[in-house]
Nanobody
C-alpha cells in the first residue's frame, strides 16, 4: 500500500520562503516519478514540479520556475519542494504525487497514481 505524507505547509507573507516535504512509503522513489501539484479554491489542480528518477531531471511550471526547487532523497524516500519569493497567487493546497508518467503526462494529474492528502500554503500580502 502506497502512502504519501506531506508536511511543511503554513501561512507566510509575500516574499517569504517555505519548504514542503513528502515521505513515500510503499513506493520506491528511485523508480518512476514524483511530483507536486496545487489546487486553489474554485480552480483545477495544476502542475507545479516533478522529478524523474531515471534521468534525475526536474520539470517546473512556468509560474514557479526560478522560485521553486524540487529535490529528492532516495535513502529517505522523500521529495522536497523549496519555495522562495512566494506570491499571493501561490496560495493553494499542495499535493504530492507519485507514479509512472510518460513524458507527455508528466505535467498532468492523470500521469500519477498515488496522491497525498495535501498541505495548505497561504501567502498573504
Amino acid at each position: 500500500q502506497v502512502q504519501l505524507v506531506e508536511s511543511g505547509g503554513g501561512s507566510v507573507q509575500a516574499g517569504d520562503s517555505l519548504s514542503l516535504s513528502c515521505v513515500a512509503s510503499g513506493f520506491t522513489f528511485n523508480a518512476g516519478a514524483m511530483g507536486w501539484f496545487r489546487q486553489a479554491p474554485g480552480k483545477e489542480r495544476e502542475f507545479v514540479a516533478s522529478i524523474r528518477r531515471s534521468s534525475s531531471n526536474t520539470y517546473y511550471a512556468d509560474s514557479v520556475k526560478g522560485r521553486f526547487a524540487m529535490s529528492g532523497n532516495n535513502a529517505k524516500n522523500t521529495v522536497y519542494l523549496n519555495m522562495n519569493n512566494l506570491k499571493s497567487e501561490d496560495t493553494a493546497v499542495y499535493f504530492c504525487a507519485a507514479g509512472y508518467p510518460i513524458l507527455s503526462t508528466l505535467r498532468s494529474p492523470s500521469g500519477y497514481r498515488y496522491w497525498g492528502q495535501g498541505t495548505q500554503v497561504t501567502v498573504s500580502w
